[in-house]
């Protein structure tokens, strides 16, 4: 058997006690999809067929916010905590990105100090949107200058917004506004001066962006200062890894900003065995640049791990 090389840096858990937590309240799916069964031993099976050694695991959409302050700062707790703990288990295999109690950035302030301080996670996972509230908009400033000042990762993954603004399509609201929202958010960020005014964060975009490499232009209307931003962000491959794709980002981003992402638990295996392949089978990358995307751009955002590999 050959050893685990990669780095899966799009890896959700699912922790007992926030599904839980979240069924208390009425939410047993996610964009009308029920949860996948998950454990940790179903993340090390999948990573041990797959060829992954190592996962910086998050929590996913719909994230921990319900209109519930309290309820959103002590589940905050208990996911990073039971993230902390998977690592202690089998720090050779996972790592972490802290889940913060948006919209208390008081307390986000602090979660985030326990989380990195004391329970040693890898950075911060932010959703797009907070009950419609996008990441950029100024009330954000505050737990960016400190995340800024940390030099910390910020794994950014995508959310819908609020029920009342989604379209009544017949399909699974993840499938079109995920890859919207995720471009909402970067569009906001950019135009809010973030990526400028903190330029120490290293934002990490699920999805190769969504659909911002291919509607650039149309975001900075060619302004040069801008297109040079989103040469500066991070792309993770999950449900991406296809030639169209990798044709349109690598005209944006350099490929040592790729990262490679499974997705797993909400993405089949059979569809993750694809996006590998699909890294593999793409003719303008060479072996040199293979191993990059699914190993050595992670080690660069997080050089801890190169002890396990």
């Not at 999948?46 to 319900?66: H, V």
């Not at 004391?118 to 911060?124: A, F, M």
């Not at 934002?203 to 040069?224: C, E, L, M, Q």
Request: overall charge neutral; charged content about 20%; aromatic content about 12%.
């Amino acid at each position: 058997m050959i050893k685990p090389h990669r780095i899966d840096i799009h890896h959700h858990i699912l922790p007992p006690e926030y599904l839980k937590s979240l069924a208390n309240i009425g939410i047993t799916t996610v964009t009308n999809i029920s949860f996948p069964k998950w454990d940790p031993e179903h993340s090390l099976e999948l990573m041990d067929r797959q060829g992954i050694a190592i996962t910086i695991t998050s929590i996913s959409s719909p994230g921990i916010y319900f209109g519930d302050i309290e309820f959103t700062r002590n589940l905050a707790r208990i996911c990073n905590e039971y993230s902390a703990n998977l690592i202690k288990k089998y720090p050779e295999r996972f790592g972490g990105f802290a889940t913060l109690p948006i919209p208390d950035f008081k307390a986000s302030l602090r979660e985030l100090e326990y989380a990195l301080d004391t329970l040693n996670l890898d950075g911060v996972v932010l959703l797009t949107n907070f009950n419609g509230k996008y990441i950029g908009d100024p009330e954000f400033d505050e737990l960016f200058l400190e995340l800024n000042r940390r030099n910390t990762v910020v794994f950014i993954h995508p959310d819908i917004p609020p029920k009342e603004k989604l379209p009544n399509l017949k399909l699974p609201s993840s499938v079109l506004e995920f890859v919207f929202d995720t471009t909402r958010a970067i569009s906001n960020l950019m135009h809010q001066g973030i990526f400028k005014k903190y330029p120490k964060i290293k934002f990490i975009f699920a999805h190769a962006g969504g659909t911002a490499p291919y509607i650039a232009w149309r975001i900075t209307f060619g302004n040069k200062r801008l297109i040079k931003q989103f040469k500066e962000l991070y792309y993770g491959t999950a449900l991406t890894a296809t030639r169209n794709v990798f044709q349109s980002i690598i005209e944006l981003a350099d490929p040592s900003h790729l990262l490679f992402g499974s997705d797993f638990p909400f993405v089949h295996e059979i569809k993750i065995k694809e996006m590998i392949q699909g890294i593999k089978n793409y003719s303008e990358f060479n072996e040199q640049t293979r191993l990059a995307i699914e190993q050595e751009n992670a080690l660069l955002l997080f050089p801890r791990l190169k002890s396990y590999l």
